[in-house]
């Protein structure tokens, strides 16, 4: 399977719940595809008006392809889609949470990259979490030999990867 086959399997899994943009110019580079996620939860007694809580969950997910992916590349990817995902992010006292997510699909991971993929890493608090929170999700599918490299809040993205994979 190349790297277009498995994204278009990926893709699949995400149309239900995502809206899903492909070939999207990001800074000084193109990525394969973003999918974005939001919604919007409440209760209220009667009628509207009367809201006891509300509130607010977004995931932004960005895809990118590399042949061989480096350390150096790595990084520098990981902080142009940081920057993008901190753009979208608009905290208010009904936000609850935001996942910044990266997805690259590669042929080849070098160990550099490996390491840099496990310590990556970023969390934002707005108002002392009144206002929600941020965490940054990374995870690489290696697709030569089938194996997917994720940084702790990114394992939890393992198994839908996986089952593309397959």
Partial sequence: MNQEEYLEKLLSSYQSYFDIE?????????LAATAFFHSR??????????????????EYVYFAFADVLTADDFLTLKEDVLQAGLQKIKPHKEHMYSYVSLVVVTDLVSEDAK???????FHKTYQFSLHGWMYLRIAVVELSNHSIYANKQGEDMTKLLQEALS
């Fill in 22 to 30: 492909r070939d999207v110019n990001l800074e000084n580079r193109t």
């Fill in 115 to 121: 390491k840099a993929i496990k310590k990556a890493k």
């Fill in 41 to 58: 939860s409440e209760k209220y007694v009667l009628s509207k008006k009367a809201q006891l809580w509300a509130t607010e969950m977004n």
